[in-house]
């Protein structure tokens, strides 16, 4: 399969996305007055709730943690929160940033995650994008080696940037976490803390508290049972201080 592309400016893709960020990419964007959603997810240290085909990706993201008497990958995503136009796009639909944009908005409509294929109706181009331009991939493979630069070095920031994010994560409070596949668990955590958290991590500043560890907020009994059986800590009740975005039913 071929395919073409070629941006038409339509600002679609920066309407009501949380853009991934790195970390680098975060600490600027809360520098300038933006917000973040911090989104987690893990799976288990045997794998459940991963794909096996997707272990090697997963864990190369993520790190290790400690859930109740078990250990846990955790992944974890700065994105800039964005409801609405992003705070960067000017009433002519143009970026303000585009010079120092980020790494996911360089490589949009590209996915970097290597086991999802790039679907052009599961994105908000319009059709026009997709008639024109140069040929993207050919044969099913990315041919675009710029776009392929960009997807590695994003891909190499989430695994050199993930033991910072969560150390950050601890001073912040957050520790529970969604299972792979089974949901999000999203913090808006306050930019002032945020800021703060981030300087005593690169100061060295230890922690105000030992960390507990990280709690699973599921849905469904099986992977409830599945969770608790592996020894994993589980929250109970209504979310506390963050959300909980299923992706299976409860």
Same mark, same amino acid.
């Given at each position: ?36 959603? $911090?989104? @987690? *997810?893990?799976?288990?240290? +045997?794998?459940?709730?991963?794909? #096996? *085909? ?24 700065? #994105? ?40 052009? *109706? ?12 140069? &040929? ?7 041919? +675009?080696? &710029? ?38 668990? #999203? ?8 800021? @703060?958290?981030?300087?005593? $991590? ?18 469904? *009994?099986?992977?409830?049972? @599945?969770?608790?059986? #592996? ?20």
């Amino acid at each position: 399969m071929n395919t073409r592309f070629s941006c038409v400016g339509c600002g679609s893709c920066c309407t009501d996305h949380h853009v991934p960020l790195t970390l680098g990419e975060a600490l600027q964007w809360a520098v300038d007055g933006g917000s973040l959603i $911090v989104l @987690t *997810e893990a799976f288990l240290a +045997d794998g459940y709730g991963v794909a #096996a *085909e997707q272990l090697t990706h997963a864990t190369r993201r993520s790190t290790v943690v400690q859930s109740g008497s078990t250990q846990a990958h955790v992944a974890i995503t700065f #994105a800039a929160y964005n409801v609405g136009p992003c705070r960067n796009l000017d009433a002519e639909k143009l970026c303000r940033i585009y010079e120092r944009r980020p790494l996911v908005c360089r490589i949009y409509p590209m996915e970097i995650n290597p086991h999802i294929p790039l679907r052009p *109706e599961a994105k908000d181009c319009p059709p026009e994008s997709w008639d024109q331009g140069p &040929e993207m991939i050919i044969g099913g493979k990315l041919v +675009d080696t &710029e776009l392929s630069r960009l997807i590695e070095q994003s891909r190499q920031a989430d695994r050199e940037d993930i033991a910072t994010k969560e150390a950050i994560c601890q001073r912040l409070g957050i520790r529970a976490t969604a299972l792979k596949g089974n949901g999000f668990v #999203a913090y808006l955590p306050d930019m002032d803390a945020f800021a @703060t958290a981030v300087m005593d $991590v690169v100061d060295g500043v230890d922690p105000p508290q030992a960390d507990t560890g990280w709690s699973f907020h599921v849905a469904g *009994e099986t992977v409830v049972s @599945t969770l608790q059986m #592996a020894g994993a800590r589980l929250t109970t009740g209504e979310p506390a201080g963050y959300m909980f975005i299923a992706l299976q039913a409860g």
